[in-house]
């Protein structure tokens, strides 16, 4: 199977990329420094002519307001390639708890993306995740002041960017859902303790402080960020960590 991965040299795609190749399939990675703008739409006639699937992993430069308009343009010009290039299945990677949380800019703009998705001419598949583990340093850098670093208790159920990667090629190299597909890490821990395991494992004496006022999270109420009954990923988080 011919798969075009677009984001396909990211922390996700360039994973989704070896998995596929690994399996046998023919992943060819794209983005805009090899010539496919998802913007322009430059490039993107040539990578998804004659292909199977498409995997859509690029994702806005911005968490903030703008962050819709990238979507629309960027899944416009995808779908139009695709429809042209007759492309048999679409998947796109998203969020557990996007279509929950509309206070937060980003959230409302991958939930535009699933919708024009799902509105398009081609047989789709979305794969929603929890928040990445890898993304967990970058949470801590937001909030931090000196030493401490102020975190809500939010509900938080970390995966493994390495079991997200498998759980999107495993969706493209399968029949189109039509439909969603949610996956997540097999723990939940409110965020402000992640935040103390990580720092604690990195020898990092910083203090956590409880604020259910910091951070992006802040505003998520209860526990919408996880998903007991997703496809639960193997991967714990003191294992990642080691």
Do not use: C
Not at 131 to 150: E, I, K, N, P
């Amino acid at each position: 199977m011919k798969i075009a991965v677009i984001g396909g040299t990211g922390l996700i795609g360039s994973q989704v990329v070896t998995d596929l190749n690994a399996a046998g399939h023919e992943a060819v990675p794209h983005s805009k420094s090899s010539g496919a703008d998802v913007i322009s739409g430059q490039g993107l006639d040539d990578a998804l002519a004659g292909v199977d699937v498409v995997v859509n992993l690029t994702n806005s430069p911005t968490f903030d307001e703008a962050a819709p308009a990238f979507f629309r343009t960027s899944m416009d010009n995808l779908l139009a390639a695709a429809r042209k290039g007759g492309v048999g299945h679409f998947v796109i990677l998203s969020i557990v708890g996007t279509d929950q949380v509309p206070e937060l800019d980003y959230y409302k703009a991958k939930l535009l993306q699933e919708q024009i998705l799902a509105a398009g001419p081609v047989p789709y598949s979305i794969v929603r995740a929890t928040q990445f583990m890898d993304f967990m340093d970058a949470v801590l850098s937001w909030t931090a002041d000196g030493d401490t670093v102020r975190l809500p208790a939010t509900p938080i159920q970390p995966i493994a960017s390495k079991d997200v990667a498998r759980a999107v090629a495993e969706v493209a190299a399968g029949t189109p859902l039509n439909g969603i597909r949610t996956i997540a890490g097999p723990e939940i821990f409110p965020l402000d303790e992640l935040g103390r395991i990580t720092l604690s494992h990195k020898g990092d004496d910083r203090t956590v402080v409880t604020d259910p006022t910091a951070g992006m999270f802040a505003v998520v109420k209860g526990d919408v960020l996880t998903d007991r009954n997703a496809h639960l990923a193997p991967t714990r988080y003191t294992d990642w960590l080691s």
